[in-house]
Antibody, heavy 121, light 113 residues
Framework: EVQLLESGGDLAQPEGSLRLTCAAS????????MSWVRQAPGKGLEWVAS????????YYGDSVKGRFTISRDNSGNTLFLQMSNLRAEDSALYYC??????????????WGHGTLVTVSS | DIVMTQTPLSSVVPLGQPASITCRSS???????????LSWLHQRPGQPPRLLIY???RRFSGVPDRFSGSGAGTEFTLTISRVEAEDVGVYYC??????????FGQGTKLEIK
């Protein structure tokens, strides 16, 4: 059974930093692209960032480009999101999501339960 | 970027009756490989999203057969043949063809009467 367990969400100051972690299990982690998707309270889903199966290629949404960094440790089956220069509008529940196709970008077939980031002074 | 527009944004459906949600894309979703990466997600209150349908019409593992997807071109539909109480929540369409970025519809809130 695929399991994705996010952690690292917290209350952060504006312009501060946080590092989110997603521990993956139940599948061959290094076969699949992984992504972060966020959801502000009462709002819809917003794609944040993705990383290919090997970790060599990354993609970012315009709202986080230059401030967030996605990375992965395939030996430890872990996905990361380093968040810096945080803004109030980054406050959201951050989900880790697994792609449904090996080596591709297709659909999200598994989601974690999310970790909450709140940016406020 | 591809914009995904869902209609309606909310719907109240009597138990046992059908429901449908439409998703329109602002551009073609035909990928270079010939596939259309249009999926549907369901999010119950307080829960993460879960995959229902991928590649327009393929039901994901464990999804009841009362859920079906259809469509072509830039218009896609999720249909629930007979709504059950557990189907409440918000439904999202999502495209991955024109990635990056992945883009989602605004969400359709389904309530049961």
């Amino acid at each position: 059974e695929v399991q994705l367990l996010e952690s690292g969400g917290d209350l952060a100051q504006p312009e501060g930093s946080l590092r989110l972690t997603c521990a993956a299990s139940g599948f061959t982690f290094n076969y699949y692209a992984m992504s972060w998707v966020r959801q502000a309270p009462g709002k819809g889903l917003e794609w944040v960032a993705s990383i290919n199966f090997s970790g060599e290629t990354t993609y970012y949404g315009d709202s986080v480009k230059g401030r967030f960094t996605i990375s992965r440790d395939n030996s430890g089956n872990t996905l990361f999101l380093q968040m810096s220069n945080l803004r109030a509008e980054d406050s959201a529940l951050y989900y880790c999501a697994k792609d449904g196709v090996k080596n591709g970008y297709s659909y999200f077939d598994s989601w974690g339960h999310g970790t909450l980031v709140t940016v406020s002074s | 970027d591809i914009v995904m527009t869902q209609t309606p944004l909310s719907s109240v459906v009597p138990l046992g009756q059908p429901a449908s949600i439409t998703c329109r894309s602002s551009g073609s979703l035909v990928h270079n490989d010939g596939n259309i990466y249009l999926s549907w997600l369901h999010q119950r209150p307080g829960q993460p999203p879960r995959l229902l349908i991928y590649r327009i019409s393929r039901r994901f593992s464990g999804v009841p057969d009362r859920f079906s997807g259809s469509g072509a071109g830039t218009e896609f539909t999720l249909t629930i043949s007979r709504v059950e109480a557990e189907d409440v929540g918000v439904y999202y369409c999502m495209q991955a063809t024109q990635f990056p970025p992945y883009t989602f519809g605004q969400g359709t809130k389904l309530e049961i009467k």
